[in-house]
């Protein structure tokens, strides 16, 4: 059974800085791309960030790119989230997300989900 589990969300001001991890269970992490999605209130689940297999090729929605660094650390089965210059737009619940096909931007396109954790940026 694969088990993703988020930490590291909270409050935070605008400007400021948080960083998201995800520790993953029950599958060969090393052959998974892990991708980032966030979902508002109301709001569609929208995609971050995602990470190729050895963590060598990122890509990235626009509204983060520049501000936002995924990474992932193997040998601990968990990837990561940076990010930096938080806007009160960036708030959300944050889901990390595991696929085994590169290049997906759909959540449709993710087999296995985290339950998120919540970042809040205040203005």
């Known amino acids: 059974q694969v088990l993703l589990v988020e930490s590291g969300g909270g409050l935070v001001q605008a400007g400021g800085s948080l960083r998201l991890s995800c520790a993953a269970s029950g599958l060969n992490f090393s052959r998974y791309v892990m991708g980032w999605f966030r979902q508002a209130p109301g709001k569609d689940r929208e995609f971050v960030a995602a990470?190729?297999?050895?963590?060598?090729?990122?890509y990235y929605a626009d509204s983060v790119k520049g501000r936002f660094t995924v990474s992932r650390d193997n040998a601990k089965s968990t990837v990561y989230l940076q990010m930096n210059i938080l806007k009160p737009d960036d708030t959300a619940v944050y889901l990390c997300a595991a696929t085994s096909t590169w290049g997906g931007r759909a959540a449709r396109d993710f087999g296995s989900w985290g339950q998120g954790t919540q970042v809040t940026v205040s203005s």
């Open positions: 990470l190729s297999w050895s963590g060598s090729a990122q």
